[in-house]
């Protein structure tokens, strides 16, 4: 096992492009990442049976060895398109093939001596593992590259492990973010009403600020000159400059290959809320279009309560009233639950749609009937969940003052 293997560690904060990002690396030969960001940094620090926590991830994570199991299998909901040049593949991995590198190749001291294995060893070796199935060469590796998309604790147990880790904060200005996101609300649910969309909205608010604040409780921990800030538009902008500065910051061969989207070396038309396919990188997302297109009350509403996160990331300050408050009324957060109810509802008319491997194995009426308890009872927490976060203004006080590296940004 290559011990001097290092990690890159990616996360987004809003719709800012962090997907995009694993996809550029994805076929350079000294960086090793699963397809999508289905796989958190969730392991104990210490693996006592090795051939079972082995097994544990193969069941839980069934979507990196069949993409149509996952977010990447999710046609018009989540991605684009599909795979391939004429954009109708899946990615298919044999995960028994998978298994035996990891037994035989990667874990068989450990395994033969019956042995606790440390966390880091565990998560490389399922990464070199991983990559000979692909045919990929373990001992060029450089980075095993983790898309850790939300803060789950996965920071923190990752720089544990990788103390002079890369960390990359794919960020975009919130009222941009907010554009892209209402157009994938209205895909996946339909267009619903302004009541619905001031939920989403709010909701969206608060996530982002959120994440920028833990943002920067996380810079604070890295080593000097590890963290790069990334903003979406910016990285369509630079383009082929961006990617011969991140090779060289991250100290691997620049190869044009780093301009092309691809998972297991296989064209990804990636997951625009648009919905029109883009393979790399795409001068037509340079562009900021909030300021011409997004409504006046919702640019004021997102540039006063984020005002804190905007001014640290650079972004203009835009139309500031240091009284606006957010307001989330019972009534919209009841339509939004009920729209979001009924888009579910619309999905039931295929066995596809069910993800839970438990109801494709019985009768397909008593699946749709457990599928609508099930609705019912998550709309219900959500209703719950929403009432009491709805209510909730974004506290950015903790963030006034602060400053990131200006060095950080790309």
């Given at each position: 096992?290559?011990?001097s ?8 904060h ?28 969730s ?7 090795v051939?079972t926590?082995?097994?544990?991830f193969?069941?839980e ?17 989540n ?9 109708n ?9 998978f298994?035996?590198n ?6 068989r ?18 990464h ?11 001992s060029?590796?450089k980075y095993?590259?983790?898309h850790?998309h ?8 990752a ?7 890369f960390?990359?904060?794919m ?8 554009f892209?996101?209402?157009k ?12 619905g969309?001031?939920?989403d ?6 996530s982002?600020a959120d994440?920028?604040?833990k943002?920067?409780?996380f810079s604070l ?8 800030i990334i903003?979406?538009n910016?990285?369509?902008e ?16 620049y ?5 092309n ?6 064209v ?13 990188f ?10 011409s297109?997004l409504?006046k ?9 984020l ?7 650079g972004?203009?300050i ?7 408050r957010?307001?989330t009324?019972?009534?919209d ?12 509802i619309?999905?039931?008319?295929e066995r596809n ?11 397909l009426?008593?699946?749709?009937t457990?599928?609508?308890?099930y609705l019912?009872?998550?709309v ?11 209510s ?5 006080g903790d963030?006034v ?5 200006r060095?950080?940004?790309?």
């Amino acid at each position: 096992m290559n011990k001097s293997v290092n990690c890159i560690l990616v996360t987004p904060h809003g719709r800012s492009g962090s997907l995009f990002f694993q996809s550029l690396f994805d076929g350079h030969n000294q960086i090793v990442t699963f397809p999508g960001f289905g796989v958190s940094y969730s392991f104990p620090r210490s693996i006592l049976n090795v051939e079972t926590a082995l097994d544990e991830f193969i069941s839980e994570h069934s979507d990196v060895f069949d993409s149509s199991k996952g977010y990447l299998g999710k046609l018009n909901e989540n991605v684009t398109t599909l795979f391939g040049p004429d954009q109708n593949k899946h990615l298919f991995i044999d995960a028994l093939e998978f298994r035996k590198n990891a037994l035989h190749k990667e874990f068989r001291s450990w395994v033969d001596a019956q042995s606790p294995l440390p966390r880091k060893d565990f998560v490389i070796g399922l990464h070199n593992a991983f990559a000979r199935t692909i045919g990929q060469n373990p001992s060029e590796i450089k980075y095993i590259l983790i898309h850790a998309h939300g803060y789950d604790g996965s920071h923190d147990r990752a720089l544990y492990d990788f103390p002079n880790l890369f960390y990359v904060a794919m960020v975009r200005d919130p009222r941009e973010d907010w554009f892209s996101w209402r157009k994938v609300v209205e895909l996946r649910n339909g267009t619903g009403s302004a009541a619905g969309m001031i939920v989403d909205r709010n909701l969206s608010i608060i996530s982002y600020a959120d994440y920028v604040y833990k943002l920067y409780l996380f810079s604070l921990k890295l080593p000097l000159g590890h963290l790069r800030i990334i903003d979406l538009n910016r990285f369509h902008e630079l383009n082929r400059d961006a990617m011969i500065s991140l090779a060289d910051y991250f100290g691997i061969v620049y190869k044009d290959v780093l301009l092309n989207s691809t998972f297991l070396g296989v064209v990804w038309w990636g997951n625009s809320a648009d919905r029109l396919p883009i393979s790399g990188f795409d001068p037509k997302k340079i562009p900021y279009n909030w300021s011409s297109k997004l409504s006046k009350f919702d640019e004021a509403a997102i540039s006063s309560v984020l005002m804190e996160p905007i001014r640290m990331l650079g972004y203009p300050i835009g139309s500031y009233d240091k009284k606006f408050r957010l307001r989330t009324s019972c009534k919209d957060i009841c339509n939004w639950c009920l729209v979001y109810f009924n888009a579910r509802i619309r999905g039931i008319a295929e066995r596809n749609s069910f993800q839970n491997k438990v109801l494709r194995r019985i009768p397909l009426v008593l699946a749709k009937t457990l599928y609508i308890f099930y609705l019912c009872w998550s709309v219900a927490v959500m209703l719950a969940k929403f009432l009491y976060v709805g209510s909730r203004q974004p506290d950015c006080g903790d963030l006034v003052g602060r400053v990131f590296n200006r060095a950080d940004f790309l």
